[in-house]
Nanobody, 115 residues
Framework: QVQLVESGGGLVQPGESLRLSCAAS????????MGWYRRAPGKTREFVAD???????RTANSVKGRFTISRDNAKKTAYLQMTSLKPDDTGVYYC?????????WGQGTQVTVSS
């Protein structure tokens, strides 16, 4: 069974940076996409970014130019580097892994951007 563990969330001030990590276990190869979604208070979960085994990323327009997704296949870990954070970036960030028709989710990590 695939398991995902996120880390790196926290409280930061506007303009600061954070890096989230998502470590996968239970996979035997790298044939999957890994991605990040977020849920802001009172809103539905939204796509942030994902990346395939070919290392080609996709990024939501709302964070393009500020957030960068990457992955290390040897470590089975995806990263989300977040810069120039805004209060609107506040929310719970969830990692997911998509392998063929199967989707797995992590438990989420809280990111709060506030002065």
């Amino acid at each position: 069974q695939v398991q995902l563990v996120e880390s790196g969330g926290g409280l930061v001030q506007p303009g600061e940076s954070l890096r989230l990590s998502c470590a996968a276990s239970g996979t035997t190869d790298s044939l999957y996409r890994m991605g990040w979604y977020r849920r802001a208070p009172g809103k539905t979960r939204e796509f942030v970014a994902d990346i395939g085994s070919d290392n080609i990323p996709r990024t939501a327009n709302s964070v393009k130019g500020r957030f960068t997704i990457s992955r290390d296949n040897a470590k089975k870990t995806a990263y989300l580097q977040m810069t120039s954070l805004k209060p609107d970036d506040t929310g719970v960030y969830y990692c997911n892994l998509v392998r063929f028709s199967n989707i797995f989710w992590g438990q989420g990590t809280q990111v709060t951007v506030s002065s």
